[in-house]
């Protein structure tokens, strides 16, 4: 038969982790079941379970009374424990959500991956982008290609000028490779034909201009010409044929489209063109582009979406290690809590370690009495923080409107974030990271009050006591 060490029963005393366990079949109602069951099924009758239910009930209570500074200290620690754990999850899973967000509506506008020829004029590429588009299509992973022109201009209206981003598309191939098209909330995509010199404008950029489809603007290329009397920019008058929104504030307010042709005829000089692929899985662009970048011509290059955007990335990533540490300060402060209770603890329970050790138990088995109050603790706490912080993460679509609706305010206005609703993306790494952290904290806080406890004389606590 398999017996358990007595420490780890007083260790288990000494946390109060039944008081804990009753508490919980209270809150689920589990225990009023038991109790009915108990009465009213005979074969639980006739085992007495009513009978141990309420002898266990009139133990806590005498238990309580006399323990109750070291069951106090010891659900303070857990609930310390429990509430760092909780909320390291729920804003990292925040975070998550938030960068996830972004990303689908940056790579809603932006290609997975683009093939470009640097310095290599527009017009040469569009004649064989056919060509470039089929060494892509070589790879499983794509799913779409398209050819495109990128260039920066300038955009007069009147008195105002505004710097763009100018992307020439062909209407016919963006679908396969984008979602603009179904972005429009105003005209539509396929009104940029070649030679109408159309433009498809973000919604911010109209607003800001106050323009909308049929109206004209003013297009500046970098590039222009020298005369006798000075340099003169390439200048193009285009018509507004739709308005789009990404839900992106940076490109509804920066980002325009032009059909492919006229870009190549407007930035002839200065514009990079190629073509761009859209693939399966978008995390694996990297992996993607690196297994292209093998197979093209020599002076093909191919870019992938997080190396166009690393500075962005970096960034968040960065945040979010940052977060981390400042919130597992919390975490660190708990245990640094239960590391006092446990001394505590320890001071108050003198008299018995000084018994025990009468008895015959040695200092390992004083020191895994406390060991297992900590790390019992430290679990439970864990625990309860995990399945709490889990809970809301999976939920905080509910929970927030559900505040905000009873305080009568709105987090995230929409006028000022481009997110309206709080986004969460609770990611198991980021779980089971939390969790060991916190256990490991838990069972270094326990090492010196064990140590303390080993070390106590019996002779010199009962001569005091």
Known sequence: M??????????????????????????????WLLRVAARRIPFLRRRGLADWLESLHTAQLARRQRDGFVSFIAVSSMAGIGLGVAALIVVLSVMNGFQRDV????????????????????????????????????????RGAAPFVAAQGMIVRGQALRGVQVRGIDPAEEDGVSDVGRQMVQGKLEALTPGSFGIVIGEELAEGLGVKPGDTLMMLAPQGSVSPAGFSPRMRQFTITGVFSSGHYEYDSSLVFVQVQDAARMFRDSGTSGVRLRIADMQRAPQVAA???????????????????????????????????????????????????????????QSDIAILRTYGATPAEIARIFLVQGATIGVVGTLLGVLGGMAIAYNIDVIVPTIERILGVHFLPREIYFISALPSDPRSADIITIGVTSLVLSLLATLYPSWRASRLQPSQVLRYD
């Open 2 to 31: 398999l017996k358990i060490p007595y420490e780890f029963w007083i260790g288990a005393r000494y946390s109060d982790l039944l008081r804990i366990v009753q508490l919980l079949l209270r809150i689920t109602g589990l225990l």
């Open 291 to 349: 297994e292209l970048g093998a197979i093209l011509p020599q002076g093909v290059f191919a870019s992938d979406w997080s190396r166009n955007n690393r500075t962005w990335f970096a960034a968040v990533q960065t945040e979010k290690r940052m977060m981390f540490l400042i919130l597992a300060l919390i975490v660190a402060v708990a245990a640094f809590n239960l590391l006092s209770s446990l001394v505590m603890a320890v001071k108050d329970k």
């Open 103 to 142: 990303r689908d509506r940056m790579l809603s506008v932006l290609p997975h991956i683009e093939l470009y020829v640097p310095g290599a004029t527009p017009e040469r590429i569009l004649d064989q982008w056919q060509t470039l588009a089929d060494y892509g299509r070589q790879n499983p992973e794509v």
